[in-house]
């Protein structure tokens, strides 16, 4: 974070020259990242998404058996 600070103040001059193309850029640069992370991480989300699900199985089966004990 300390190194856009210093880009900022050493380049302050071109930026508010420009500021639609530093905010397009940054933009960009920002989605575009936010898009590839996504992308590589899809597996992992969707890994943890189905033990999610599966363990609201298990809850939802053991309240299940706490309602209604085994005879013997």
């Known amino acids: 974070m300390q190194d856009l600070i210093t880009f900022l103040e050493a380049n302050s001059a ?3 020259a ?3 193309a ?3 850029f940054a933009v960009l640069f920002g989605g575009g990242g936010f898009l590839v992370g996504r992308y ?6 969707a ?3 189905s033990r999610i699900a ?3 199985e298990e ?3 053991l309240k299940g058996e ?3 004990p085994k005879r013997e």
């Open 40 to 45: 590589l991480l899809t597996e992992r989300i």
């Open 22 to 24: 530093f905010a397009t």
């Open 14 to 16: 071109l930026v508010l």
């Open 59 to 61: 809850i939802a089966d």
């Open 47 to 49: 890994n943890l998404e």
């Open 18 to 20: 420009n500021p639609a």
């Open 54 to 56: 599966r363990r609201d």
């Open 66 to 68: 706490q309602k209604a």
